[in-house]
């Protein structure tokens, strides 16, 4: 059973934590923070606003959210978002009983990037490890793909030969404000008030001992008519000199989905039905060629469970469907995400709530998608902690 603790963000807000482990000793954390509030409640606000009641049925397996408050400034939640990065990560390490001077890679997540005063793109892996004293020769990576953040900068680091044998912090966090920009929920289009809630997620781990990657795609989608973040995108890029949706500064350690500018945000005129059909476009293809090549590849030795996100348990539950049909069987255990949609750190929230059950030799199956443009997948392998 997790154990629970709770913390005082600089706003007043408090941070809840989970500390799962698994039986081989391998640890993960699960983080919320904010308002709590009753998935029957928003959508009473948003049937207010003038949302069709047909269109509220899209959440089912979600039971609470947490927002934060409506008042709360830019600066206020900028310094909670590092609060809560820093309280996941010092909590996960002491799981695993190391102090963070013994962490080689640091790897960040989130689903739209902190921006500094000039407009920069904030590398959050190296801001945490400046706040956590780590080495000088760690190295820092951080990736903004919307909802496959945490599972594409994850999956990278457990797929390069430089890493193995490495000691890994890898954190996944998103506050639901980030989608605004301005803190104002008045300008958020409905579909990202209901789907999206604070969360966080921590895990650390040796690359190729305890956690190995056997498997792993990922992928993007450049057409504006699949890809919602084509939809978003404005004309401020990391590197002027690629026009692709997905960008990377590998001298800085950033990767990232073209992003609206914090001054101001293009209204999304997006429903549910729309969103499901990007994933059923686009998901469904991915997850099933990675599945594919794995049974392939290990006959006779199953996945045993799966962590993958999608924004409802409905879209969870048709992708396993459809899958079915592709002759890859994967348990449909959708259930263990109910406090929203984290984007970013969803599916290692679901993952790590899944701990209990992850023996040495198990494998899951990993994907995320991030805005119906980036995609991230993989089966792992857990072993034994040397």
């Known amino acids: 059973m997790p154990e629970f603790e709770s913390h005082i963000l600089p706003s007043g807000a408090e941070l809840k934590i989970e500390k799962h482990m ?48 409506p008042d709360i400034t830019r ?15 010092t909590t996960t390490l002491e799981m695993r009983g190391i102090e ?37 020769d760690v190295e820092y990576l951080s990736t903004y793909a919307a909802c496959a953040s945490q599972t594409e900068v994850t999956l990278k680091i457990l797929g390069e030969e430089k890493f ?19 803190y104002d929920l008045a300008y958020a289009d409905d579909f990202s008030i ?30 504006t008519v699949n890809a919602l973040a084509a939809q978003m995108t404005y004309e401020e890029l990391i590197d002027p000199e690629n026009p692709s949706i997905w960008q990377e500064d590998n001298k800085r350690g950033i990767s990232m ?38 049974v392939a590849d290990n006959p006779g030795i199953p996945i045993s469970y799966a962590s993958i996100h999608p924004a409802s348990k ?34 290692w929230i679901d993952h790590n709530r899944s701990l209990e059950e992850a023996k040495a030799g198990k494998r899951v199956l990993i994907a995320a998608f991030g805005a119906g443009a980036r995609f991230a997948g993989g089966v792992i392998e857990y072993g034994v902690r040397k």
């Not at 993960?28 to 009753?38: N, Y």
């Not at 999206?196 to 057409?223: I, Q, R, W, Y």
């Not at 459809?322 to 969803?346: E, F, H, M």
Request: aromatic share 6%.
């Open 194 to 223: 209901r789907a999206f809630s604070n969360g966080a997620a921590g895990n650390c781990f040796v690359v190729g001992e305890d956690m190995k990657l056997l498997k792993a795609k990922h992928d993007t989608v450049e057409d």
């Open 22 to 69: 698994s039986p081989e000793g391998l640890p993960g954390t699960v983080g919320h923070w904010g308002e709590e509030k009753r998935i029957e409640d928003i959508e009473h606000m948003l049937s207010v606003k003038g949302v069709r009641a047909a269109e509220l049925d899209v959440k089912p397996g979600f039971t609470t959210i947490f927002h934060n408050k």
């Open 314 to 347: 409905g879209m969870y539950e048709g992708i396993v469907k459809r899958l079915g049909k592709l002759g890859v069987q994967i348990p449909a255990s959708w259930g263990k995400v109910t406090d929203g949609n984290c984007s970013s750190p969803t599916t």
């Open 164 to 182: 193995k044998g490495k000691t890994v912090l890898s954190i996944g966090r998103d506050g639901v404000p980030w989608f605004t920009h301005n």
């Open 75 to 89: 600066k206020e939640a900028i310094a909670d978002d590092i609060a809560v990065l820093k309280k996941i990560a």
């Open 100 to 136: 963070p001077s013994h962490v080689d890679v640091v790897g960040v997540g989130a689903g739209i990037p902190t921006v500094d005063d000039n407009g920069g793109v904030v590398n959050e892996a190296e801001l945490l490890g400046m706040e956590l004293g780590m080495r000088g």
């Open 257 to 294: 989905i073209r992003y609206p500018k914090p001054r101001g945000i293009r209204r999304l005129e997006i429903n549910n039905r729309e969103a499901a059909l990007l994933f059923a476009l686009n998901g469904v293809p991915f997850i099933g060629e990675i599945s594919k090549q794995y």
